[in-house]
């Protein structure tokens, strides 16, 4: 079993800053990627961003305002977020890509998601 677990979500002004974070948890053989999506009510679920090795993506409506890094030590992955928007509001769910052993299929596992709104 893996098991990814979020935290860090919550309410904030339009301008403030939030971290997610992410732990995997579990039978873990190695990961390919770690990185987040994000959902907003009515629209369909979008990346936000990624982390490979020696790489990492951005979506353009967050380039320069979110941050991702990960820990491989430790299997956690993290969102820094800054100058947030209202239109950042949404469910914010983590995954990774990875395997479970040489003998399992490269699948995604997700966390449960976690609430971010931006409002004043």
């Known amino acids: 079993q893996v098991q990814l677990v979020e935290s860090g979500g919550g309410l904030v002004q339009p301008g403030e800053s939030l971290r997610l974070s992410c732990a995997a948890s579990g039978t873990i053989f190695s990961i390919n990627e770690m990185g987040w999506y994000r959902q907003a009510p009515g629209k369909e679920r979008e990346l936000v961003a990624v982390?490979?090795?020696?790489?990492?993506t951005l979506a353009n409506s967050v380039k320069g305002r979110f941050t991702i890094s990960r820990d491989n030590a430790k299997n956690t992955v993290a969102l820094e977020m800054n100058s947030l928007k209202p239109e950042d509001t949404a469910v914010y769910y983590c995954?990774?890509?990875?395997?479970?052993?040489?003998?399992?299929?490269?699948?995604?596992?997700w966390g449960q998601g976690t609430q971010v709104t931006v409002s004043s």
């Open positions: 982390t490979r090795v020696g790489s990492t």
């Open positions: 995954y990774i890509r990875g395997t479970r052993g040489i003998d399992y299929p490269t699948r995604d596992y």
